[in-house]
């Protein structure tokens, strides 16, 4: 909705091209991802919805100059996704999602230094931080480069070679959020309004001044 928030929602049809997917079905491409690919790219979509219209504006723009200038956007998060997983090691191949025990385990790996970044679920940082950052990175990088479809799972590689060299010299995400937002082209993909509180009126009475409200 925050793509297309005139657009009334299908199941399958060419809109879901529109934002990135490769085909008219996006069940076909979130296979390799499952629900937690769907839920980063909910999370990216929802907190950064500016910067993924952006995104999707400038992959339009230099696709139009040459056929060859364009990556499916939202495809590609899936594979980030899987990526990460695979880095962080909180997966185990085909065999899905690694046990509690084991990701205990994990804590004390040789790759402390990514796996400490991950918070609880709802809080800044976790997976969902990580995969933003990168998403970011990823399309700055292949705009910048000049890059093409053919070039983008080399791009993908650079970018994960260089999260893992980031992420060792960080001990809180918002350290390694710092160094990704320093590029100001992804600290502008990555900002997001946010609500202003409501100014209490003038005429409004502090409710220390209430009737029958102690004052002490």
């Given at each position: 909705r925050n793509l297309r928030p005139t657009g009334s929602f299908?199941?399958?049809?060419?809109?879901?091209?529109?934002?990135?997917?490769?085909?008219?079905?996006?069940?076909?491409?979130?296979?390799?991802?499952?629900?937690?690919?769907?839920?980063?790219?909910?999370?990216?979509?929802?907190?950064?919805?500016?910067?993924?219209?952006?995104?999707?504006?400038?992959?339009?723009?230099?696709?139009?100059?040459?056929?060859?200038?364009f990556y499916p956007?939202?495809?590609?998060?899936?594979?980030?996704?899987?990526?990460?997983?695979?880095?962080?090691?909180?997966?185990?191949?085909?065999?899905?999602?690694?046990s509690a025990e084991a990701l205990e385990t994990l804590l004390a790996t040789s790759r402390r230094h990514l796996a400490t970044l991950l918070v609880p679920w709802g809080r800044r940082g976790g997976f969902f931080g990580l995969f933003s950052?990168?998403?970011a990175d990823v399309h700055t990088r292949f705009i910048r480069s000049r890059a093409t479809y053919m070039a983008v799972q080399k791009l993908l590689t650079k970018v994960f070679e260089d999260l893992d060299r980031r992420a060792q010299g960080c001990r809180l995400f918002q350290e390694l959020s710092d160094l990704y937002c320093a590029d100001v082209d992804v600290a502008a993909l990555l900002?997001?309004?946010?609500?202003?509180?409501?100014?209490?009126?003038?005429?409004?009475?502090?409710?220390?001044?209430?009737?029958?409200?102690?004052?002490?």
């Open positions: 299908v199941r399958k049809g060419n809109a879901w091209k529109a934002v990135g997917f490769q085909g008219s079905d996006p069940a076909t491409d979130v296979r390799g991802g499952g629900l937690l690919a769907v839920q980063c790219l909910e999370h990216f979509c929802d907190v950064h919805a500016a910067g993924m219209r952006t995104m999707i504006e400038q992959l339009e723009v230099v696709n139009a100059a040459s056929a060859e200038r956007i939202s495809t590609t998060a899936i594979v980030v996704c899987c990526k990460l997983c695979d880095l962080l090691g909180l997966s185990d191949g085909v065999r899905g999602p690694i950052l990168l998403m900002a997001h309004a946010r609500t202003p509180r409501t100014p209490r009126s003038s005429t409004e009475t502090p409710r220390s001044s209430t009737p029958g409200s102690s004052t002490s």
